[in-house]
């Protein structure tokens, strides 16, 4: 079985194809191919959800043709497309949506749409150490904060969740009241190496809240008024400082939060997925506290951190391997740019 995998979501264009079996053997990845809009939207200071869309448009069928290259793979061969059906911008889905289906009709292929966390979840089974069913997750990507208890495809339990920002947006939004550019958090992360972690004192909100709900709009509020503290001339070693920082606040609230679902599950397992987990200070800190209890963790390769089409190819393929994918074989399609995970 050959999966073509289309994810079009946000600002990068994924296309990939996945072989699988139907012996429950890990899918393997042949080819994957991304494009990402950074360059486009860095002077809006922010994604643009109609020069998203209409990127998306661009370089999809491209991307395609890329990817079955360099699979040495024809159309033909492609025995069902995938889609990310949602969450994400409803016009650059729908972008994604229709080209997948106009494919799928015109070879006579069965088409599935694709939750885009699902596919994030079980992005590292795509690496050179896959986890094992059960394990608790921590999704952290773009607005989205979760923890899950993850028995197998499609048994998700949601253990706790954002209730304001995410993780990812507090590190976009701070970047962006330092100054730092679009995308923020990785330009934060840079900066953040060459300050003292120390030397500010940052909220960690909900920390000991006893629940494993998240919550970082007051982290954002917190580096404002730090900011306007150090007033209009801020020098760059300070700005290092508040990086720093404020990362690390982000990161002993996102460590805590998972030990603690690791505690409440007595798993001994951990995934980690989605682009705030190619941070390298929260593996460092992750990857210590859970050596002490013991427990694995797990990563998707860093090139299938942030959004790809071989995650949803992914997902789609180990969905077909339960018998869980609803493949549609009309070819009507809809998107769902806010869409429940454990709805899935």
């Not at 395609?64 to 059906?85: I, K, N, P």
């Not at 940052?202 to 982290?219: E, K, T, V």
């Not at 700005?239 to 606040?249: G, P, R």
Request: with cysteine.
């Amino acid at each position: 079985m050959n999966i073509l995998g289309i994810e079009s979501s946000c600002d990068e264009t994924g296309v990939a194809l996945v072989s699988c079996e139907a012996d429950g053997c890990v899918p393997r990845l042949r080819a994957h191919a991304l494009h990402s809009q950074i360059d486009m939207h860095q002077a809006y200071g922010g994604v643009v959800p109609e020069l998203a869309s209409r990127d998306h448009i661009r370089r999809v069928l491209p991307l395609a043709r890329q990817v079955l290259g360099e699979a040495g793979a024809s159309l033909e061969q492609v025995d069902m497309v995938a889609f990310t059906q949602g969450p994400g911008l409803a016009g650059a889905l729908l972008v994604g949506a229709g080209v997948a289906c106009a494919l799928a009709a015109a070879l006579g292929r069965p088409v599935v749409g694709v939750h885009h966390l699902e596919g994030h979840l079980l992005s590292p089974f795509l690496s050179a150490d896959p986890p094992e069913f059960p394990f608790v997750a921590l999704l952290v990507s773009g607005g989205h904060t979760q923890l899950m208890r993850v028995d197998d495809v499609g048994q998700y339990e949601l253990l706790g969740e954002t209730i304001d920002d995410a993780a990812g947006e507090a590190f976009d939004k701070s970047a962006k009241l330092m100054g730092l550019g679009y995308p923020g958090g990785p330009a934060l992360a840079r900066l953040a190496e060459f300050g003292d972690a120390d030397t500010f004192e940052l909220p960690r909100p909900l920390l000991h809240s006893g629940n494993l709900d998240f919550s970082f709009a007051g982290l954002k509020t917190a580096v404002r008024t730090q900011l306007l503290k150090l007033g209009t001339n801020v020098c760059e070693q300070d700005k290092a400082h508040l990086a720093a920082s404020t990362q690390q606040a982000i990161v002993d609230v996102l460590v805590r939060k998972s030990v603690s679902a690791l505690n409440e599950t007595g798993l001994k397992r951990l995934v980690v997925a989605g682009g705030v987990g190619a941070n390298a200070r929260l593996r460092e800190q992750l990857g210590a506290e859970c050596a002490k209890r013991q427990v694995r963790v797990h990563y998707p390769e860093l090139a299938l951190c942030t959004d790809n089409g071989a995650m949803i190819a992914l997902a789609a393929a180990m969905r077909w391997q339960r018998g869980l994918a609803r493949a549609r074989g009309d070819y009507a399609f809809n998107v769902l740019p806010r869409w429940p995970l454990n709805a899935a």
